[in-house]
């Protein structure tokens, strides 16, 4: 068999496993968010930064994919959210079966967002469905203007975009409007918000009205 027939066929059964995720979560009321973005793009702390609100109006819980360690589900545990960790163990992305599996350890009957921060890559995640009903990119100033451009598919095959680390900007420079401005081009569809702190205050603007406008529309 070739190359390519194995990666079609592995594809075709995590597309299979992520459409009976999606089932299940809907059958619980749960809106299902997969967060993705670069190693470094600010995903936890955004989640840091946003799920105190989000939890005050929703019951919401979290799963960590990363590499190894199991450092942010500790810091997203500490903001009063339950989070549990899968480790690929150098796998670069998640896939379908890896969240399937961590359903037994979630109080689904008793959740309605579940938030997926993937693994730290803006390449092959894009590609393996979960069982979400929102994506959200989170991309850092500090990855440069012209990102959105060298990674077109990561901005067309998500619903938002977070431009993170707004704050920063200046001091690696480049301009929020110039990146906004290419995400636009890619994809002048997506919706885009930006991050960062303003004021000493971390601001993710609009974000948690848009999780819960897309958890209502649900229903
Ligand atoms: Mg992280
Ligand atoms: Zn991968």
Redesign the pocket.
């Known amino acids: 068999m070739s190359q390519i027939k194995v990666n079609t066929d592995l594809k075709a059964l995590n597309n299979e496993i992520a459409a009976q995720n999606k089932e299940k979560l809907h059958s619980c009321g749960i809106l299902t968010v997969d967060v993705l973005g670069s190693p470094g793009s600010g995903k936890t702390t955004l989640l840091e930064n946003i799920l105190p609100e989000l939890a005050a109006k929703c019951r919401v819980a979290v799963i960590e994919g990363d590499l190894a360690t199991e450092n942010d589900a500790r810091r997203i545990e500490k903001t009063g959210v339950k989070a549990v960790q899968i480790n690929t163990n150098g ?3 998640l896939d379908a079966k890896m969240i399937e599996r961590q359903f037994e350890k979630i109080d689904l009957e008793n959740t309605d967002v579940l938030v997926i921060e993937n ?1 730290g ?1 803006l ?3 894009v590609s ?1 469905a979960l069982g979400e009903d929102l994506r959200i990119v989170v991309l850092s100033t500090a990855e440069g203007e012209d990102k959105p451009l060298k990674y077109p598919t990561a901005m067309l095959k998500t619903d938002a975009v977070v431009v993170s680390k707004t704050d920063i900007a200046e001091y690696v420079c480049v301009s929020t409007d110039k990146l906004i401005g290419n995400i636009g081009t890619v994809n002048p569809d997506v919706k885009i918000f930006t991050a960062g702190k303003t004021d000493g205050e971390y601001r993710a603007e609009g974000l948690v009205e848009y999780i819960l406008e897309a958890r209502k529309n649900l229903k």
């Open positions: 796998g670069c992305h693994v890559n390449v092959c995640p393996f």
